[in-house]
């Protein structure tokens, strides 16, 4: 008899909210840096980049819920997790700095009004992020290569340093920004979650968070100012999102932002691999080749829908089986995020619920992604998982760097980049070449520990190499601060030295793994 599945459960709520509110941290960044930061009109993002988002949204859910539907009858399960699908936050955020945010501040410096010159780095946007998801697409059909190449360890320590310089991280910092609200909204989290207590009723513990955060941030501000300060809320307002195929004719001009655009692919695709093995740990396996087709269809229809930034498969897997939700929670999603942008909904909530109460929840989500390469990880390959770690921190200390202007001033910090001594770079221009390319640089430190450790040689050099090539490209450590690609035979003379010495390093490490290889090898057989 075949068990029936539950696709609900009270814990949906939990993970609704969860994945709610990540996608509505990624949609307010966009509004705050485009609009506050850049000064694009409200008009554009409101109207079309924010309701563009939501398709790419309410698509790539729909999929994943058929997939867990799927699942549940093929092991024959009532308890399935559906794989979360959601806004890549790291390109939310990176696009917005490096695409979309400069390209509409290059045209109104060609003389263009704040209105067209919006338009222009739109259309450009659009472009860049159909890109992105026809990357993910056609690289789905290769995945299963792409997953026998790298093993496990590196896959999920990629992400992990993802999950703790970036996911976690920064709502860390927003946490001690307020530390009263902060540190009781993740009191409520940590006690339940991580020490196994349970809220009365069986109450879901991220809303009722999220609910204690929001009563206590307007208590305290009463307190503070002895005023109520609740905001005006915005009225609804249905926009339904139509495909607009003019960013065609922009492709030409977007091809010198796709050398940005494509280190963002390359994030997700990565990514989708190790989520797809944290799923699989856990005992339900997703195919990694169905989440990235997916998420790139869903991503080609956000670019053609006006958004700007793609979908990807959350890495937050492990904390949505922890919480026991099932398909639910993206039912949830589709209807408040997806559905919901197209009424104006998006904007009524991020107007009522403070971010300080959003921020303890993503630090939950960044804590779970990170702890499963632990998990699985024997002791003899944690140097190597560590090691990996440290291109995502550098990755975070350019991003606070470079989005902060009263913090370091942009024209300071691309002034520091071309500060090269004798070959050596500046600090700045350190973090910033370690931080480009960052997951990609991760995942193969971890894999290339990983073979020399299990003394499989080959595979290790070919990293080694592999690394040496794509630092010439500036596919990885990227001597600019957008991170872009290039020929290096095109940079300056006094920058042409940092991809040569770096790649030179890689070619160095392997020539020296290959004689302690051998002297080793024949160490043994002199033993034996």
Known sequence: MKTSYRWYSINDIS????????NLTCMATIIFLLTVVFGMPASIVLGHIIPGLSVGI???????IYLAFSLAKRLDRDDITAFPLGLDAP????LTLSVVGPSFVYFKLQGMTPDVAALHSWYISCACCFFIGLVKFICSFFIDKLKNFLPPVALLGGLSGVAIALIAFFPLLSMFQSPMIGILVFSIIAIVFFCGYQIPANLPAVLVAIIVGTFAYYILEFFISGHLNIPSLPSLKFVLPLPDFTFISYIPESLKYLSIALPFALLVIFGTVSVAESSEVLGEKYNAKH????????TMLIGLFGGTAQTTAHAGFPAYKKMNARAGFLIL????????AWFGLINFILAFIPDIALSPVLLFIGIE???QVFLISEKKYLPAVIFGLFPSIARMVQIKLSSDPKLVDLNSLNNALNVITNGKMSDIAAIVTLGNGFIVTGTLWIALLYYLIERKIIPAVATCL??????????IHSVHLDGSMYWIGDLAPQLRIIPIEIASGYLGFAVIAVIFYFLNKCKSANLH
């Open 15 to 22: 993970g609704g909210v969860t994945l709610i509110f990540d």
């Open 91 to 94: 390109s939310c955020i990176g």
């Open 291 to 298: 989440l990235l087709m997916i998420d790139g269809i869903a």
């Open 58 to 64: 309410v698509v790539g859910n729909l999929a994943y």
């Open 333 to 340: 999603n589709t209807l408040i995020v997806g559905i919901g």
């Open 466 to 475: 592999f690394l040496a090539l794509a630092t010439i490209f500036g596919a």
């Open 369 to 371: 992604i990170a702890l």
